[in-house]
């Protein structure tokens, strides 16, 4: 993916991971996939980003936009923005409801 190739660092919430991992162990390629993906996490240029009290606070205040807004977006994916939003990066997804999130400006996969 070329925007993942062209980037400096790619930050990788670990509510996404947590996602990832379900999926793997609900899939039929299940090794294969936590295989590339440990490949993937172990570039220098990948960062995985936990969550913190800067990022819980961004939470709050991502839920509360949302919610004065009346847009229900399920709530990993407003951890995964309060993450990216904490952090000033761009988001890489087909979810189309991060480009409802106030600051943020999604990356079209």
């Known amino acids: 993916m070329k925007a993942l190739q062209d980037a400096d660092e790619v930050i990788v919430p670990v509510v ?4 990832l991992y379900a999926g793997f162990a609900m899939g039929s390629h ?6 590339e993906l ?5 570039s220098p240029s990948v960062r995985v980003q936990d969550v913190d009290l800067s990022v819980a606070e961004r ?7 949302m919610r004065l807004q009346g847009i ?5 994916d ?4 309060a993450c990216a939003l904490e ?4 988001i890489l997804s087909l979810d189309a409801h ?12």
């Open 72 to 76: 229900p977006i399920p709530t990993n």
């Open 78 to 81: 407003l951890w995964i923005a």
């Open 38 to 42: 440990r490949e993937f996490l172990a």
């Open 30 to 35: 299940t090794r294969k996939n936590e295989r």
């Open 59 to 65: 939470y709050g205040a991502v839920v509360k936009a």
């Open 16 to 19: 996404a991971l947590g996602e």
């Open 98 to 109: 991060f480009e409802k999130v106030p600051g943020m400006h999604p990356v079209p996969l």
């Open 87 to 90: 952090a000033g990066a761009r």
